[in-house]
């Protein structure tokens, strides 16, 4: 009878100590709230009065330049063809790029993703400065490198294929390690015993369970370096973006010409999205077995 007591005790005991914790952590989580909106608030404020001109009174303005650039297009609509035409060399220079620094980033960020894996690094020491590396690459925004490279290498293609290719290594790095780490180790150790190299181990032992999940990944990537790459061409680092940003220029003119761009992208955009989508989910879950009846 005085165990069951001291039973009925310890659990009322551990159903306090546990409601207490939720409402301490439901307490932080509303204090965090707080902080949030108030740091959103003073920065939006902040940064409205340091402005050329307020928010809120270039507002009403906000519809100006779609109307402009739309009324245009719908005057000249007869030119769309022709435009399409003439800028569709530039959308194949921005698909260039981004195909490029995609399989640049996806090659090495494979490399880096097995070094970077705990239990198949080849050098374990090597493991956290590698990730912290990949960390840098993730974190510096694609148009900030594309700005240096273009500094130094002059405007083009070249420096935003870079740009892309190396935050491209950090992303996919960083996913691939994830994927490596679900990988089964006994394919590996089996190859280990019978005298197998570290190259060996991660090419038959590794990489034939994740190639699916690292394809599935790639192709992800490759419609984020599409949106990166014509973004780049406002800095000058060539492709579609670099025609956009002369087309929507004030005073100029060409809004019949932007909106082409803009259909040419958004069609690109889509297209891309649905057949990578459409691919990964074949390599994801497979092709459907079809039924065979009798």
């Known amino acids: 009878m005085a165990d069951k007591i001291v039973n009925v005790d310890q659990t009322a005991t551990v159903g306090d100590a546990y409601l207490a914790q939720i409402k301490k952590k439901r307490l932080m989580n509303f204090i965090m709230l707080v902080v949030f909106l108030a740091l959103l608030v003073s920065g939006f404020y902040t940064a409205?009065?340091?402005?050329?001109?307020?928010?809120?009174?270039?507002?009403?303005?906000?519809?100006?330049?779609?109307?402009?650039?739309?009324?245009?297009?719908?005057?000249?609509?007869?030119?769309?063809?022709?435009?399409?035409?003439?800028?569709?060399?530039?959308?194949?220079?921005?698909?260039?790029?981004?195909?490029?620094?995609?399989l640049i980033g996806a090659l090495l960020g494979l490399v880096m993703s097995l070094l970077?894996?705990?239990?198949?690094a080849p050098v374990p020491w090597l493991v956290n400065p590698l990730r912290r590396v990949l960390d840098i690459l993730r974190a510096i925004p694609e148009i900030v490198i594309a700005l240096v490279l273009i500094f130094m290498l002059g405007g083009g293609p070249v420096p935003a294929m870079i740009?892309?290719?190396?935050?491209?290594?950090?992303?996919?790095?960083?996913?691939?390690?994830?994927?490596?780490?679900?990988?089964?180790?006994?394919?590996?150790?089996?190859?280990?015993?019978?005298g197998a190299n570290w190259m060996q181990r991660m090419w038959?032992?590794?990489?034939?369970?994740?190639?699916?999940?690292?394809?599935?990944?790639?192709?992800?990537?490759?419609?984020?370096?599409?949106?990166?790459?014509?973004?780049?061409?406002?800095?000058?680092?060539?492709?579609?973006?670099?025609d956009l940003r002369?087309?929507?220029?004030?005073?100029?003119?060409?809004?019949d010409?932007?909106?082409?761009?803009?259909?040419?992208?958004?069609?690109?955009?889509?297209?891309?999205?649905?057949l990578s989508g459409l691919m990964r989910n074949r390599l994801t879950n497979g092709a459907a077995t079809p039924q065979v009846t009798s």
């Open 257 to 274: 010409e932007a909106a082409a761009i803009f259909i040419l992208l958004f069609l690109t955009i889509v297209a891309v999205d649905q």
């Open 48 to 102: 409205d009065s340091r402005n050329a001109g307020g928010f809120w009174d270039g507002i009403g303005n906000i519809f100006d330049f779609p109307a402009a650039m739309f009324g245009e297009a719908i005057d000249r609509a007869p030119l769309m063809p022709g435009y399409l035409v003439e800028y569709f060399p530039s959308l194949i220079e921005t698909i260039n790029i981004a195909a490029a620094s995609t």
């Open 116 to 120: 970077v894996t705990r239990g198949f």
């Open 163 to 194: 740009a892309i290719a190396l935050h491209s290594i950090g992303a996919l790095g960083k996913l691939f390690s994830e994927v490596n780490e679900n990988a089964s180790l006994k394919p590996v150790e089996g190859l280990a015993s019978v």
């Open 246 to 255: 002369n087309t929507m220029s004030w005073g100029v003119g060409k809004y």
């Open 204 to 242: 038959l032992g590794v990489i034939p369970q994740v190639a699916p999940n690292y394809l599935s990944y790639a192709l992800l990537r490759f419609e984020i370096n599409i949106r990166a790459s014509a973004i780049l061409g406002f800095v000058g680092a060539g492709g579609i973006g670099y």
